[in-house]
């Protein structure tokens, strides 16, 4: 009876090692998946604001082209994307050109718009026995969408 006793609460306590040591392990990669998963979600709800976006705000801003219409666009993207805590939207505008180095303009009512997410994980540092999870500094994601300005919504 004493020798089962014994053989059972040996193997309760090696339960409990490897639950010791195998639970950092899950959650480090419960966490990279989850944040995997919010960044997927991110980048599909950035691509559909971006293209509605720069559609509605980009080919005819209020006001001058240039620095209006970009800002216009990024804040609708902003809006449509949301997650302020962990995304950033930036937008640039350029001409379109052909050549090495652009030295030959498409035309110059074309517009690209470069749309580029920056998604920050979360937790940034977690430590745990065994485990220390470092998230990257940022994962990023760009979106490029070519308008002529004159012609509404059309996209090249």
Same mark, same amino acid.
């Given at each position: 009876?004493?020798?089962a006793a014994?053989?059972?609460?040996s193997r309760d306590?090696?339960?409990? &090692? ?5 639970a950092p392990v899950?959650?480090a990669?419960?966490? &990279?998946?989850l944040?995997l998963?919010g960044?997927?979600?991110a980048c ?6 971006a293209?509605d976006?720069v559609?509605?705000?980009g080919v ?5 082209q240039?620095a209006?219409?970009v800002d216009?666009?990024?804040a ?12 950033? &939207? ?19 009512l074309?517009?690209?718009?470069v749309?580029t997410?920056?998604?920050?994980p979360?937790?940034r540092?977690?430590?745990l026995?065994g ?8 994962l990023t ?6 308008v002529?300005?004159h ?5 090249i």
């Amino acid at each position: 009876m004493r020798a089962a006793a014994r053989a059972l609460r040996s193997r309760d306590a090696q339960m409990t &090692v490897e639950l010791a040591v195998v639970a950092p392990v899950v959650i480090a990669v419960a966490l &990279v998946i989850l944040n995997l998963m919010g960044f997927v979600e991110a980048c599909a709800a950035f691509d559909q604001a971006a293209r509605d976006a720069v559609l509605t705000q980009g080919v005819s801003p209020a006001g001058e082209q240039g620095a209006a219409a970009v800002d216009e666009v990024r804040a609708a993207i902003a809006d449509l994307v949301g997650r302020e805590d962990r995304c950033e &939207v930036e937008v640039r505008s350029e001409g379109v050109s052909w050549g090495d180095g652009g030295t030959f303009a498409v035309s110059p009512l074309l517009t690209r718009y470069v749309c580029t997410l920056t998604y920050r994980p979360w937790p940034r540092l977690l430590r745990l026995p065994g485990v220390t999870y470092e998230a990257p500094l940022a994962l990023t994601h760009e979106c490029e969408l070519v308008v002529d300005r004159h012609r509404p919504g059309v996209v090249i």
